[in-house]
């Protein structure tokens, strides 16, 4: 079974630009999670969604946003990018909401400048 | 607010050497804590799930245990291998105000010498 993928893997984007990530969880999974992961925050929890619906939204401005389809696939916005939104960006699927272990992806690296 | 420590942040040991990771949490009224495998610039890689109702977890070379009471788990790794060598992150999953999101550490990176 192919493990959550992430497109693209690299970004480079300029300040104030916006920016779409893309995931597909597992197949199977319906619940797709997003973290932001820096040198010095370590990983944040950004939101979570299940059946086409955010159920949990982490401390972030409201410059990210995110959606997810029926196929459970999930995309990401950044609006305005600032520096220090430049991170990994990871996303985790799990079969249901709640208590499920997660299976992260390989992350997409963005970078601000 | 649960917060999460790892200790140490850094470690380094020979090949063969079983070595233990720490992880603390502030508040035990845990669901499940999960520990990942992170190699650099890449995801994160399940190693174990332990549910609160548990106390240990093993996968191969890997033990996990978990004391809710004390706030407190440990990651045993036996007979480490160059391959072992990554940085290794607790997190714990409560109810918070982000629903069930993963609380994480900050790592603890392992180096492992030949």
């Known amino acids: 079974k192919a493990g959550v993928t992430q497109t693209p893997r690299y970004l480079i984007k300029t300040r104030g630009q916006q920016v779409t990530l893309s995931c597909s969880p597992i197949?199977?999974?319906?619940?797709v999670s997003w973290y932001q992961q820096t040198p010095g925050q370590g990983l944040q929890f950004l939101f979570e969604?299940?059946?086409?619906?955010?159920?949990n939204k982490g401390n972030f401005p409201g410059r990210f946003s995110g959606r997810q389809f029926s196929n459970s696939r999930s995309e990401m916005n950044v609006s305005t990018l600032e520096l220090g939104d430049s991170a990994l960006y990871l996303c985790?699927?799990?079969?249901?909401?709640?208590?499920?272990?997660?299976?992260f992806g390989p992350g997409t690296r963005l970078t601000v400048t | 607010k649960q917060e999460v420590t790892q200790i140490p942040a850094a470690l380094s040991v020979p090949e063969g050497e079983n070595l233990v990771l720490n992880c603390s949490f502030t508040?035990?009224?845990?669901?499940?804590l999960q520990w990942f495998r992170q190699d650099p610039g890449k995801g994160l890689t399940s190693l174990l799930l332990?549910?609160?109702?548990?106390r240990e977890q093993t996968s191969g070379r890997l033990n996990a245990s978990l004391d809710k009471s004390s706030g407190r788990s440990t990651l045993y790794i036996a007979a480490s291998q160059p391959g072992d060598s990554a940085t290794y992150l607790c997190?714990?999953?409560?109810?918070?105000?982000?629903?069930?999101?993963?609380?994480f550490g900050k790592g603890t990176s392992l180096l492992v010498t030949p």
């Open positions: 985790a699927s799990s079969l249901e909401q709640g208590l499920y272990e997660q299976y």
């Open positions: 197949s199977g999974h319906r619940s």
């Open positions: 969604y299940f059946s086409e619906t955010q159920r």
């Open positions: 508040d035990s009224a845990i669901y499940n």
């Open positions: 332990i549910q609160s109702s548990q």
């Open positions: 997190a714990v999953r409560d109810v918070s105000n982000s629903g069930y999101a993963l609380n």
